[in-house]
């Protein structure tokens, strides 16, 4: 199980830092990632990470704005955002491939397992 927190209110220009933790096993997931899901969108792959290069990849949205890492003695996924804006407000899914191992390949094609999201909302 995925369980993500760290999501709420924050201005734009503000940071926050989502977490990720897989409860009951180890993340040794080939590949970990964060989704979002703005109001009247579809979803969309943000930042994703493979665990066996930790070759990363962000969306051209969040591109030097977003940072994901991992913490393997820690069992958790980070995504740093920083310098928010408005049309980042979403909800943030961590989420992970069985099999796939590519960073690029989870954050275009989608997951096996989804988290249940924490809600991040950018405004003044």
């Known amino acids: 199980q995925l369980v993500e927190s760290g999501g709420g209110l924050v201005q734009p220009g503000g940071s926050l830092r989502l977490s990720c933790v897989a409860s009951?096993?180890?993340?040794?997931?080939?590949?970990i990632g964060w989704f979002r899901q703005a109001p009247g969108k579809e979803r969309e792959g943000v930042s994703c990470?493979?665990?066996?290069?930790?070759?990363?990849y962000d969306s051209d949205s969040v591109k030097g704005r977003f940072t994901i890492s991992r913490d393997a003695a820690a069992n958790t996924v980070y995504l740093q955002m920083n310098d928010l804006r408005v049309d980042d407000t979403a909800v943030y899914y961590c989420?992970?491939?069985?099999?796939?191992?590519?960073?690029?390949?989870?954050?275009?094609?989608?997951?096996?397992?989804w988290g249940s999201g924490t809600l991040v909302t950018v405004s003044s």
């Open positions: 989420a992970a491939h069985l099999t796939r191992s590519s960073s690029y390949a989870l954050c275009q094609n989608g997951p096996t397992d």
């Open positions: 009951g096993f180890t993340l040794n997931f080939p590949a």
């Open positions: 990470l493979s665990s066996l290069n930790d070759i990363t």
